[in-house]
């Protein structure tokens, strides 16, 4: 029975020590330079005055600060130092890379080449003929100005030879003397 008040006495030695933790400044975490696999989000600060709420004559904002996300987070697709088993490429301009040659490349070309050589021969040709073709044309024109000429010349022969017939149609009396054309007809 002695024992008894040595149990309560065990459990206030347990209460009155209560563990102290040592708080220390949390350090946050090592930021990782990600900016080789995502673009970071850009947010940007707008400043605005006093103005008058727009939905409510009655109320007015004081200055204050908006910030807006203008662009959110999103992969970086370029090619980069990577971490792993895979080898960064080095960049390769295209303008100082050997062409890749094999023989069906070399067919091809050959093939590109004879066919411009036919286009550009076909062109020559096209182009004579449009030149002939617009000579001919101007010929043409210079054909119809000439016939339009002409057809004003004869219609205008045709009406001096039929003011000459008179009105019957028969032909008027030339008279070889000076007298009157009545005084000639029996």
């Known amino acids: 029975m002695k024992m008894l008040p040595l149990i309560p006495l065990l459990f206030l030695s347990a209460c009155s020590t209560a563990p102290r933790l040592a708080l220390r400044p949390q350090q946050p975490p090592p930021a990782a330079d990600n900016s080789a696999v995502r673009y970071p989000e850009v947010v940007r600060a707008y400043h605005f005055g006093r103005y008058v709420d727009p939905n409510d004559d009655l109320v007015m904002h004081e200055q204050h600060v908006v910030y807006r996300v203008e ?4 992969w970086n697709f370029h090619p980069g130092p990577v971490g792993g088993n ?14 890749p040659v094999n023989d069906a490349i070399l067919a091809e070309v050959n093939s590109q ?3 411009t050589a036919q286009i550009m021969v076909q062109a020559r040709t096209l182009s004579s003929a449009l030149m002939q073709f617009q000579s001919a044309l101007q010929q043409t024109r210079t054909n119809l100005q000439q016939t339009a000429a002409l057809r004003a ?9 039929d003011a000459l017939e008179g009105p019957q149609g028969r032909p008027a009396s030339l008279s070889t ?4 054309a009545d005084a000639l007809s029996p």
């Not at 662009?71 to 999103?74: G, P, V």
């Not at 895979?86 to 062409?99: G, I, K, S, T």
């Open 177 to 180: 003397t000076n007298e009157p």
């Open 71 to 74: 662009e959110n987070t999103r």
């Open 86 to 99: 895979v080898p960064a490429l080095p960049a390769r301009d295209a303008a100082f890379a050997p062409v």
């Open 113 to 115: 080449r004879l066919a």
């Open 153 to 161: 010349t004869v219609s205008d022969m045709k009406q001096r030879l």
